[in-house]
Structure formats: structure tokens, C-alpha cells
T-cell receptor, first 114, second 116 residues
Framework: QKEVEQDPGPLSVPEGAIVSLNCTYS??????FMWYRQYSRKGPELLMY????GNKEDGRFTAQVDKSSKYISLFIRDSQPSDSATYLC??????????????FGGGTRLMVKP | EAQVTQNPRYLITVTGKKLTVTCSQN?????MSWYRQDPGLGLRQIYY???????DKGDVPEGYKVSRKEKRNFPLILESPSPNQTSLYFC???????????????FGEGSRLTVL
């Protein structure tokens, strides 16, 4: 079993829909949780960064962490065609000032249709 | 513009022919890393470097070499490529000092390698 599980999709939604992307994990030591967005033929870029449990909101994006369930989510409100990308969750046991302890999920491909 | 630059972006080669994928960053980052991305397997770390002359194996280092002689450059070397190294490769860097040291990785645009 992988340490971080993510449904690969693709997830197809109409423009304006609320999107929910999720990851589950098995390592209870994970404390820092990130979402990266990867457009086609591009490298991933950091979208959201959260620590421990709770919610964090940034514009149309909300990241949610439930450590008791070992489950994280990314919500996208009023989804746009420009949100079409692959979304990768990533997590780390500490804020170790480097990326070498990041564990990535496999990514969920999202398609937002006009 | 802050960026991580990889070359070549696309390469088709044959088994056993040595090749090097270059990576350069202009953000003065201490940390650099190489990943490969394969369908269903996600991003897997090959090697990483905490600073000049300091490198270490990631999760899938077999068949790869790296060097870090300068802070900005971190080339990935495939001494004798094999078909199972056909993949999409990403170089990434991050800061390990100061306020921005939160583990955020900055990725290059990727190098698609096919080994026949």
C-alpha cells in the first residue's frame, strides 16, 4: 500500500462546479500538507500549504486537513476551465526547510468543461 | 525571472548510450533534487543535494548519477540508459534558509526521455 493515496481521475466537471480533490495517507507523522498544481507539459507548482489540522482558504481554493482520519482535501469553488490540470498532494513529517522528505500522491487529473 | 531550467526537454536515445540532463536554477537555492514521474506511480525522488558537494540517494537511485560542483547546477547522468528509464524527469530546487524556507519546491518544466 502506498503511503499517500490519490484517485487518479480524470475528474470531469462543468464550469462553475465545486470540485473536491482528496488524498488519504497512512503515516501519522505527517504534519505539513501541500497541494501542487501541474498543467500539461509543465512542472508542478505550489498551490496551497497547510500545517496540521484545520482549513486554509486562498481565493477560490480551500485546503482542509483532518489528521484524525488521515485525510486531506482541496476544494475549488466556481471552477474555471483554467483550473484544468493535475493536482498532486504532498506531505512531510516536518518543516525541514527542504523538499527531500516530501511524499507525493500520484495526482488527480481535473478537467473543467466550458 | 526566477526559474529552474532543464535541458533537453525531449530526448530519444538508445540503450547504453550515456546521456546527461542538465538542470540550472537562478534562485540561489541550496537544495536541488531530481524526480521521475510515471503514470500510476506519481513523482519519485531519484537523488537530492542539500548543497554543493553534498548529494544523497532518493527512493529510486539505481542507474543514475548526479554531481553538485556548483550551487546553481545539478546534472543528472544516465551512464547506460535502459528502456525502464523511459520517463518524464523533473528537476526541483528550494531554499533551506531564511523566511522562505518552508519546503516549497520549484520545478523545472520537465525532460521527456525515451530509451529504445
Amino acid at each position: 500500500q502506498k503511503e499517500v493515496e490519490q484517485d487518479p481521475g480524470p475528474l470531469s466537471v462543468p464550469e462553475g462546479a465545486i470540485v473536491s480533490l482528496n488524498c488519504t495517507y497512512s503515516n501519522s507523522a505527517f504534519q505539513y500538507f501541500m497541494w501542487y498544481r501541474q498543467y500539461s507539459r509543465k512542472g508542478p507548482e505550489l498551490l496551497m500549504y497547510t500545517y496540521s489540522s484545520g482549513n486554509k482558504e486562498d481565493g477560490r481554493f480551500t485546503a482542509q486537513v483532518d489528521k484524525s482520519s488521515k485525510y486531506i482535501s482541496l476544494f475549488i469553488r466556481d471552477s474555471q476551465p483554467s483550473d484544468s490540470a493535475t493536482y498532486l498532494c504532498a506531505m512531510s513529517p516536518m518543516n525541514n526547510n527542504a523538499g527531500n522528505m516530501l511524499t507525493f500522491g500520484g495526482g488527480t487529473r481535473l478537467m473543467v468543461k466550458p | 525571472e526566477a526559474q529552474v531550467t532543464q535541458n533537453p526537454r525531449y530526448l530519444i536515445t538508445v540503450t547504453g548510450k550515456k546521456l546527461t540532463v542538465t538542470c540550472s536554477q537562478n534562485m540561489n537555492h541550496e537544495y536541488m533534487s531530481w524526480y521521475r514521474q510515471d503514470p500510476g506511480l506519481g513523482l519519485r525522488q531519484i537523488y537530492y543535494s542539500m548543497n554543493v558537494e553534498v548529494t544523497d540517494k532518493g527512493d529510486v537511485p539505481e542507474g543514475y548519477k548526479v554531481s553538485r560542483k556548483e550551487k546553481r547546477n545539478f546534472p543528472l547522468i544516465l551512464e547506460s540508459p535502459s528502456p525502464n528509464q523511459t520517463s518524464l524527469y523533473f528537476c526541483a530546487s528550494s531554499s533551506t534558509s531564511g523566511r522562505r524556507a518552508n519546503g516549497e519546491l520549484f520545478f523545472g518544466e520537465g525532460s521527456r526521455l525515451t530509451v529504445l
